[in-house]
């Protein structure tokens, strides 16, 4: 069974930094995709940036330049660099991933259990 554990997550002042964390755990032959998303009360939920396992990244417009995604694929760990934080950046942020299944050789997405921002004005 594979698990995605996040961490780093609390509350911020605008303009502060946050740096969240995104373990894998489990029998995991390979991972494709990690991202992260995002989902603020009453909204759907939003990718924030994504990064391919050779590294390309994605951004959503509004935290290009402010925030970075990074990941160690020797630790099947993703991470989000976050800074100059907004208070419209709060949310709670979900990690994902396409883990291969040793199984079939499929990837199959997973999910983190979620991780509060709360940016304070």
């Known amino acids: 069974q594979v698990q995605l554990v996040e961490s780093g997550g609390g509350l911020v002042q605008a303009g502060g930094s946050l740096r969240l964390s995104c373990a894998a755990s489990?029998?995991?032959?390979?991972?494709?995709?990690m991202g992260w998303y995002r989902q603020a009360p009453g909204k759907q939920r939003e990718l924030v940036a994504a990064i391919t396992s050779g590294g390309v990244t994605n951004y959503a417009d509004s935290v290009k330049g402010r925030f970075t995604i990074s990941r160690d694929n020797a630790k099947n760990t993703v991470y989000l660099q976050m800074n100059s934080l907004k208070p419209e950046d709060t949310a709670v942020y979900y990690c994902?991933?396409?883990?291969?299944?040793?199984?079939?050789?499929?990837?199959?997405?997973?999910w983190g259990q979620g991780t509060q921002v709360t940016v304070s004005s």
């Open positions: 489990g029998i995991i032959p390979r991972i494709g995709n």
């Open positions: 994902n991933a396409d883990v291969q299944s040793w199984v079939s050789r499929d990837y199959i997405p997973y």
